[in-house]
């Protein structure tokens, strides 16, 4: 059980660890790219 | 069954630190800061219905009674803020906080320190933003839209920055929580398609707020650089484009209106069917509608601006995008009436505010639709009929939703059962009381009372003192929540059961009540009869 428990949360671990990377990177994304529309048009 | 890995009752408060401070300011449980996002947003909601109320009272008589114009427009300014952002969002982040973990088997948020300072940052942002109104120049005025040039007079346009850019950071902060939580911790078994409506609901809302925040946050870096940088982003003299701001801003500001109705979208789907002791009818059509509706809140945000001169095509687009809205809607609409159908319906005081919020819900799409259409706007517009129109929106829907939804778990979360009696003194007089705020400033519009004024034509005296007593009548109603929240919490004698609910199911109703301070430490072993949704055909 113990085991199992371990696997689970290092799975876990790996999956937020991605998660967080992506969406983090997604959200540093937007935020330029709005600055870029900013520039672009005015 | 899905007890096996829960904790006794008398294990109820193992890991709860004794020392207040360590537990409520150093929390990383999700049930405590969920706690703490509810607290405060109850708090917010008193703070931003006070401004109402002075905008109520302001507006009672024809000519100027009480405050200076100025203020009036801070008041109007402040309200939208704290009531969007302070409110209504920092209590869906709570609801989710608290049950999302327990719906989905997992043991706490995936991460447990990010959720301590997402919440945290909130009163430091709060704090900034109120601190304007102390200002000697007076705090924002040009209402929470912050169009330039008039959202860029005055001194206070740093410190709106700098709040707007806080809750930014903490509603991505929660985004990002939510959606690595929902993707990465649920149990084995419980697969996607099988999770409730309201974890599905607030994934998406999640990818909704990723890909919007920032944006605002753009917008107001740009307004922020104008002030005070020399920059000319929304400034024509200086080359720049002030409708730009506008595009930017309903960019975010249109998908932040499904950021605020989604979760209440699943809040409700989660209550009918436990009151109507049946299965979600079209569980699938509800998942892809959220998700389409999501999808269109992207190619709208231009129906906010028909009036500032778009071109026909233009026009014309963001009419017919904006009208396929009622499609995905009309189906949730016509799946919780589908749900009532035939079910052995009881009318405890959640199941009253959800049948409330489908009804009053859809008259707000309804005047949306009006709104919709751009030749019709052309009068609508900037008049009390959009007031009316989001109003009916976000109180009777977003705001009724979180209050069922805090009914519907309350006796979970503090192990008594809530006064039903005094839930439903509660539950009628807003009802009432609501109605005869909100309704009649679609006739105030119609007849061509414009928004944000603190003065008016004697011709619409009538309807506006309606009006007025019927939000300090609303307002005073919101005192029996607090009280009854207040008796459940400290004083209640009955004892809630571990399914509160005879209809309810999911696994939030398999831990005791109170749900102990960790739950499904070890994930628990999932049997589909358990789930509201196990048995879906593909």
Known sequence: MNQSKATIEEVRKKGVRRTVTVFGAIAIGIFLLSLLQGLKYS | ?538
């Open chain 2, 1 to 538: 069954m899905a007890h096996a890995a829960t904790h006794d009752h008398h294990d109820d408060h193992h890991g709860a630190p004794s020392n207040f401070f360590v537990r409520w300011c150093m929390s990383t449980n999700h049930k405590d800061i969920g706690t703490l996002y509810l607290v405060f947003s109850l708090l917010m909601f008193f703070i931003g219905g006070s401004f109402a109320m002075v905008i109520r009272a302001e507006l009672f008589k024809p000519g100027l009674q009480l405050v200076q114009p100025y203020f009036f427009n801070e008041m109007t300014t402040m309200h939208a803020l704290v009531m969007i952002f302070g409110a209504v969002m920092p209590a869906f982040v709570g609801l989710g906080n608290w049950m999302i973990p327990l719906m989905i088997g997992a043991p706490d948020m995936a991460l447990p320190r990010m959720n301590n300072l997402s919440f945290w940052i909130l009163p430091f942002a709060f704090a900034l933003l109120l601190s304007t109104l102390f200002l000697p120049g007076g705090g924002p005025a040009g209402g929470w839209t912050m169009y330039p040039p008039l959202s860029l007079q005055g001194d206070s346009v740093a410190y709106l920055v700098f709040a707007v850019h806080l809750m930014g950071i903490s509603s991505i902060m929660g985004a990002i929580n939510i959606i690595a939580t929902i993707l990465n911790m649920r149990a084995p078994g419980m697969d996607l398609l099988k999770m409730p409506v309201f974890v599905w609901s607030w994934l998406i809302t999640a990818f909704l707020l990723i890909a919007v925040m920032p944006v605002l946050a753009g917008a107001v870096t740009m307004l922020l650089t104008d002030k005070y940088f020399g920059t000319s982003f929304f400034n024509a003299a200086g080359g720049g484009d002030p409708v730009l701001f506008q595009h930017i801003f309903w960019f975010f500001g249109h998908p932040e209106v499904y950021i605020m109705i989604l979760p209440a979208f699943g809040l409700v789907s989660e209550i009918i069917p436990t009151f109507a002791r049946k299965p979600i009818f079209g569980y699938k059509a509800m998942v892809f509608a959220i998700a389409s509706i999501a999808f269109l809140s992207f190619i709208v945000w231009a129906h906010h601006m028909f009036a500032v001169g778009l071109p026909l095509g233009g026009e014309i687009f963001f009419m017919y995008a904006t009208m396929l809205i009622a499609v995905p809607t009309g189906v949730k609409v016509f799946n919780w009436v589908s749900t009532m159908w035939g079910g052995s319906m009881t009318f405890e005081t959640p199941m009253l505010f959800a049948i409330a919020f489908v009804i009053l819900f859809t008259i707000g799409g309804f005047s949306g639709l009006m709104l919709a259409l751009a030749p019709a706007d052309f009068q609508y517009h900037d008049s009390y009929f959009v007031v009316a129109h989001f109003h009916y929106v976000l109180v009777t829907g977003a705001i009724f939703a979180i209050i069922a939804g805090t009914y519907y778990w309350l006796p979970k979360w503090t192990g008594h059962m809530y006064s039903e009696f005094w839930g439903k003194m509660h539950f009628w007089n807003s009802v009432i009381w609501v109605n005869v705020l909100f309704f009649p400033q679609h006739f105030l519009g119609l007849a061509g009372m414009p928004r944000r004024i603190p003065d008016y034509n004697v011709a619409f005296a009538n309807f506006n003192m309606i009006s007025s007593i019927g939000g300090f009548l609303f307002g005073a109603s919101q005192l029996i929540f607090v009280g009854v929240i207040i008796h459940a919490v400290w004083f209640s004698k009955k004892k809630a059961p571990d399914r509160v609910w005879e209809g309810a199911k999911g696994l939030e109703w398999t831990v005791p009540s109170p749900a102990p301070f960790h739950t499904f430490e070890l994930p628990p072993v999932i049997h589909d009869e358990e789930l509201a949704h196990g048995h879906v055909e593909d």
